[in-house]
């Protein structure tokens, strides 16, 4: 059946003399109970497959794995097994409609063992394969050729060709190399132990054994997330309730896979099957999903208590508990209470039982905490392949008393024997012996039937190589660290992320070698979503400076670095950076503490987490599934773990450095002279009408290889009256540069790139001359060359160059214009709630033969600007501009020095447009 938690209790009363230290009288009238577990495996997907042949070849040094790979294309059927020719699932379904079509080539031995079974096709076995020590049992075996496949099993007779009737097996196609340098193809089928199928057989072969047997269930027994339908819950589940309902549990503590898509949906989805469930430390305001603190089950004169303790940690692991108000409580205090209550009762249990999905420390508390209980379900660990029989003699103690219950495994089926004396309420002796359900068990064949048309169904579109195995070679695994990062890199490019964060999460649980997308849609088995987090770049920095503390996976960003980066580049003080993640890794890490920490958000700033409408199983296998359609498993698979971490991605920025807009008109009374001696400003003034823009624009892009720009800036004030107008300010630059950076030193502060730069420097009115007439507007066209300094996170910009200027007014009239130039930008955080910037332009300029008035010897320009951000793209700022002039010709060979400060509310910020 599907992983379950099975506990039947057979009451028999015996005479027996109960050992020291139990005896009160020579002999008394007992109880003897038979309890039979399972669980905690989660369900159809339970099934272990040991590949012990791969241990038993790296026993003999003079073997070589030259190839091993997974197939699914494989299937058995008692002692008959079918293997597709190509090894793909749809060869072989097609090949069971034409078993009468085989025919008969000859016999075979097939070395096999415990788990798993050796076919060479028609060959001899090689010695080697005869002596290896997981593979002891030598069968021989006829091999019949059928349409697309081959058929192994007796002599005589043929399998049921009727689909459910077949077992859909994992298989490897391996190929080893002796000491002689001979290769030896072949095919493994493998054998799982603890499979659904034969554990529901093995569980009802008990009951109809022992039919007054009590069954509870530790949960956990349902499959979760479905593998191959994105963001459903398997489609095993229904074969799952069934197998529940036909074992007739008397009580079933739902666990983390059954809660997979919150209580009220396990609750309403189990509501069929009526199945009792009970959960100790669940609270619940709602009477539809409230359970009962304990289940009292009666056989005989036998009274057996049994309680459910979930693990508060699924409150953050499971958010829809709290979205359908349930609250884990403490389990110790709610153990405790319901114990004390029951043993209160006039006629208290026999008995207590807790059973638990609970992790390792929580268990621990268990046994420490909780007063008063006998046994406790819910030992994880799989040490029962090894341990034959276990039993524990128990000193006669009050329920008062600390005493920590015996703790059983949970993992595979387990046979207990427990004798309890009703006079005296308490157990006397436990004995434990491990029943384990093996390859070579019967099925039960409506379940194995179920399974397969799932499987038959949805395996097809996923049996295809993926991912070849990882670089250390054809025998290597992918271990948690590469599958992390592929799925990590996988979900970056999906979602054009600067950082993503995950959960850690385990490899897939198959063989080393090349990986199917059916094993890694395995691997990705959950209903997390991603999620969207815009993290301004001040924050960021702190962000990455906080992730080492904490063990998630990240990509994008590297996590406590000295200088950090995003996608390669230092961070920008005006982007904001996107994180991503999913909800669970937000809810059930540390990480959803970091992203709350700092200062609130801004406000019109984008609040919470945006949901992307993707799952994560989506997102990587879409985007894996593509790029190895694109390039190859091998290409991609470099892309993902070796070229796309260290990857400058090319990237378009559109930049607002500032935008502002200010427009007054003021409309003075019709006659202000009656109202000369008045002292108010508004009887008296013109009417008039006042224009102030600031605007600095840029459209960048940036590569590894090379970073352009498109950058305008506009500055233009002015007062207009009935008789006059007076400009402030008046400045137009369009400007377009290049910086090479494939002739970059290593990327780090202070690496120096060439660059050229194109530039337009007008104006939008021309100015007067102070006799009356208007000089010709500026038209000044420069070419600058010289080297910048790649970006760093104060200097954004430092630029140093000779430059090369024609005044586009005076072609025939003046000659070029060489000099140097300077052009710097920076930015400095102020602790969270403001920046200081800094903006500077300076031109020098050398005599020319025809130097007059208009010519400069040095212009400079610069800004100071202290922001306070408001929201993504709005901030309050003050600032102070500064103009330097100073001439060339004699007659203006004096300095100039003009300034502007104010305050205003200004757009800025960096939009990403593209990638």
């Known amino acids: ?164 009737a077949w077992e859909l097996r994992q298989g490897l196609r391996m190929s080893v190399k002796d000491g002689d340098g001979l290769s030896t193809p072949f095919t493994v089928v493998g054998k799982p132990t603890q499979e659904a199928s034969r554990t529901h057989a093995r569980a009802l072969a008990f009951l109809e054994e022992h039919p007054d047997a009590i069954v509870l269930n530790a949960g956990n027994s349902l499959d979760g997330a479905s593998s191959v339908v994105d963001g459903a819950l398997s489609l095993h589940r229904p074969t799952g309730l069934r197998a529940l309902s036909e074992v007739r549990p008397d009580a079933l503590l739902p666990g983390q896979n059954e809660l997979a898509a919150g209580p009220r949906a396990f609750i309403d989805e189990a509501r069929p099957y009526s199945l009792p469930l009970v959960a100790t430390n669940w609270s619940t305001s709602d009477p539809s999903l409230a359970l009962p603190a304990s289940v009292m089950v009666t056989r005989g004169a036998a009274r057996i208590a049994v309680l459910g303790v979930l693990d508060p940690a699924l409150m953050e692991r499971l958010p829809s508990l709290a979205a359908d108000g349930v609250t884990l409580t403490d389990p110790i205090s709610a153990l405790n209470a319901e114990i004390s209550r029951l043993q209160a009762l006039p006629e208290p249990p026999d008995a207590i039982v807790l059973l638990t999905t609970s992790g390792a420390a929580q268990q621990d508390q268990l046994r420490r905490k909780v007063r008063g209980a006998d046994l406790l379900i819910g030992d994880t660990s799989f040490a029962t392949l090894r341990v034959a029989s276990e039993t524990w003699v128990m000193r006669p103690t009050t329920r008062a008393e600390k005493g920590a219950p015996v703790t059983l495994p949970l993992d595979g089926l387990l046979s207990v024997s427990l004798i309890v004396d009703p006079d005296a309420h308490r157990v006397v002796e436990v004995k434990a012996e491990p029943l384990l359900v093996r390859g070579d068990a019967p099925v039960h064949p409506a379940t194995t039937a179920a399974i397969t048309a799932v499987r038959a169904e949805l395996y097809p579109s996923l049996d295809h190589p993926l991912l070849p195995a990882p670089a250390e070679g054809p025998a290597s695994a992918w271990g948690a660290a590469n599958f992390g990062q592929l799925v990590c890199e996988a979900v970056r490019e999906h979602t054009g992320a600067d950082l993503v964060v995950l959960a850690p999460r385990p490899p897939p649980r198959v063989p080393p070698g090349p990986l199917t997308a059916l094993a890694v849609a395995d691997a990705l088995a959950s209903l997390e979503r991603l999620e969207a987090h815009p993290v301004p770049a001040d924050r960021y920095a702190d962000l990455l400076n906080a992730l080492p503390a904490v063990e998630l996976v990240t990509c994008g960003s590297a996590p406590g670095a000295a200088f950090p980066l995003a996608g390669g580049r230092p961070l920008d003080p005006s982007r904001t950076y996107r994180l991503v993640t999913t909800d669970l890794t937000r809810q059930s890490t540390p990480l959803g503490a970091l992203l709350q920490a700092g200062p609130p958000p801004r406000p019109l700033d984008p609040r919470g987490p945006q949901p992307l409408g993707v799952t994560l199983h989506a997102a990587v296998m879409d985007t894996l599934t593509e790029s190895v359609k694109r390039q190859g498993g091998d290409a991609a698979m470099q892309h993902f773990l070796v070229e796309r971490p260290h990857t400058i991605e090319p990237l378009w920025l559109l930049r607002a450095r500032g935008l502002s807009l200010e427009m007054t008109r003021f409309d003075g009374v ?66 377009t540069s290049l910086v090479s950076r494939r002739l970059t030193l290593p990327y780090a502060p202070g690496a120096w790139a060439p660059y050229g730069e194109l530039l337009y420097d007008s104006e939008w009115t021309p100015t007067d001359d102070g006799a009356g007439s208007l000089n010709p507007r500026q038209a000044d066209l420069s070419m600058a060359l010289g080297l910048g300094a790649a970006p760093a996170p104060t200097l954004r910009r430092l630029r140093l160059g000779g430059f090369a200027n024609r005044d586009l007014n005076q072609l025939s009239d003046k000659p070029t214009e060489v000099g140097l130039r300077l052009d710097l930008e920076a930015s400095r955080r102020l602790g969270d709630v403001a920046r200081l910037s800094a903006l500077g332009d300076v031109m020098w300029f050398a005599h020319t033969n025809n130097d007059d008035p208009s010519d400069l010897r040095l212009r400079a320009w610069g800004e100071l600007r202290l922001s306070l951000p408001l929201a993504r793209w709005l901030e309050l700022s003050v600032y102070s501009q500064g103009f330097v002039v100073y001439g060339r010709h004699p007659e203006n060979d004096v300095w100039g020095l003009a300034s502007t400060t104010g305050a205003t509310l200004t757009a800025s910020g960096s939009a990403t447009l593209g990638r």
Do not use: K
Request: aromatic share 6%.
């Open 1 to 164: 059946m599907p992983s379950t938690m099975l506990l039947a209790l057979i009451m028999a009363p015996v005479l027996a003399e109960i050992p020291e230290p139990s005896r009160t009288n020579p002999a008394i009238l007992v109880s003897e109970l038979t309890i039979l577990s399972t669980g905690g495996s989660g369900g159809v997907s339970s099934g272990r497959y040991a590949w012990e042949l791969l241990r038993s070849i790296g026993e003999r040094p003079s073997l070589t794995i030259e190839e091993v790979r997974l197939i699914h294309g494989v299937a058995a059927q008692g002692p008959w097994t079918l293997i597709a020719d190509d090894n793909y699932v749809q060869s072989l379904l097609t090949a069971l409609g034409h078993l009468t079509e085989c025919s008969t080539v000859g016999a075979v031995m097939s070395p096999s063992g415990a788990h798993e079974a050796l076919f060479f096709g028609t060959n001899p076995p090689p010695g080697w394969a005869m002596s290896l020590r997981s593979a002891q049992v030598h069968t021989e075996l006829t091999v019949r050729r059928c349409p697309g496949a081959t058929l192994y099993g007796p002599a005589n007779g043929l399998p049921d060709a009727t689909l459910g």
């Open 670 to 735: 019709n006659d202000p002279a009656p109202f000369a001696a008045v002292p108010e400003t508004l009887a008296v003034s013109p009417s008039s009408f006042t224009l102030s823009t600031a605007a600095d624009l840029s459209l960048e892009y940036s590569s590894a290889a090379w970073a352009w720009d498109l950058r305008g800036r506009s500055a233009y004030s002015v007062v207009r009256t009935a008789d006059a107008a007076q400009e402030a300010s008046d400045d137009g630059r369009l400007s």
